[in-house]
């Protein structure tokens, strides 16, 4: 399972972005996709999760900013932010949980980056 994020930019503080990561592969079945960023010299830290069904997690200093959806038929997860802040200035990941055959593993995206100006 391969994923490809897109989307990130500069962005003046105050703007929007919505970032998408589309998953490719054979035979596989997509169960949680999430989104992770890490900013320089900071951990990388979990932004949003998303299941199958459509439930959602948030961090939650992020919840107020930040939109988590997906779309099933196109193995494609989203995440819209609004009023971005410099703070928000990171790489941002997709991840996913798949199943593939009879194994169940976590595959990462290459990272988008997202740089936000004051």
């Known amino acids: 399972v391969q994923l490809q994020a897109s989307g990130g930019g500069l962005v003046q503080a105050g703007g929007s972005l919505t970032l998408s990561c589309a998953a490719s592969?054979?035979?596989?079945?997509?169960?949680?996709m999430a989104w992770y960023r890490q900013a320089p010299g900071k951990q990388r830290e979990l932004v949003a999760g998303?299941?199958?069904?459509?439930?959602?997690t948030y961090a939650d200093t992020l919840k107020a900013r930040f939109t988590i959806s997906r779309d099933n038929a196109k193995n494609t997860v989203y995440l819209q932010i609004t009023s971005l802040k410099p703070e928000d200035t990171a790489v941002y990941y997709c991840?996913?949980?798949?199943?593939?055959?009879?194994?169940?593993?976590?595959?990462w995206g290459q990272g988008t980056q997202v740089t936000v100006s004051s």
């Open positions: 998303i299941t199958k069904g459509g439930t959602t």
């Open positions: 991840a996913a949980l798949a199943v593939t055959g009879h194994s169940d593993s976590e595959y």
């Open positions: 592969g054979t035979n596989f079945s997509l169960n949680v």
